[in-house]
């Protein structure tokens, strides 16, 4: 029998914070499908252009914006104990990693604009192999488990 997935999500509104991703980059989308719009029109190319640029933009939309924020959501999970760090992610195929708090190396929080407008924040836990992001953390329990993983991974090396 497997171990048990971890417990705490991360915070609800990763939702808006993912789904105003999904409308910047559409809009990105829209802008180059409304370039190749006028070159459709001024070099009178196939209207499959115009076509295909709506296509992707639809898809982009109801992708980024609706469907893969909320899948992204309810798989995103975490558990930090006194020994490790356990992580599951994933929309499509679900990652479990456990990162052992005696290769932690330094933890930090990361905000930017828009999760700063959202008072959330990322935690970055390195390792010598790589780094270990948990996203959209309120910023009081960003700041707190920061504070803690930082104690325990002291403890862990003193332990060592």
């Known amino acids: 029998?497997?171990?048990?997935?971890?417990?705490?999500?991360?915070?609800?509104?990763?939702?808006?914070?993912?789904?105003?991703?999904?409308?910047?980059?559409?809009?990105?989308?829209?802008?180059?499908?409304?370039?190749l719009t006028t070159l459709t029109l001024i070099f009178d190319w196939s209207v499959w252009f115009i076509i295909g640029s709506a296509i992707a933009l639809i898809l982009e939309i109801v992708l980024f914006v609706f469907v893969l924020?909320?899948?992204?959501?309810?798989?995103?999970?975490?558990?930090?104990?006194?020994?490790?760090?356990?992580?599951?992610?994933?929309?499509?195929?679900?990652?479990r990693t456990l990162v052992p708090m005696v290769r932690v190396q330094h933890v930090e929080t990361e905000q930017g604009p828009i999760l700063r407008k959202y008072r959330l924040a990322t935690v970055s836990i390195s390792t010598a192999a790589t780094l270990h992001q948990i996203p959209a953390l309120d910023i009081n329990e960003a700041d707190a488990l920061r504070d803690s993983i930082s104690a325990l991974a002291r403890v862990a090396e003193d332990d060592v």
């Open 69 to 95: 924020p909320t899948l992204k959501w309810k798989r995103w999970r975490y558990e930090v104990r006194e020994e490790e760090i356990e992580l599951q992610h994933g929309i499509f195929i679900v990652t």
């Open 1 to 35: 029998m497997g171990r048990q997935e971890p417990k705490m999500r991360i915070s609800e509104r990763a939702l808006t914070v993912w789904k105003l991703y999904g409308w910047i980059s559409a809009a990105v989308t829209l802008l180059i499908g409304a370039g």
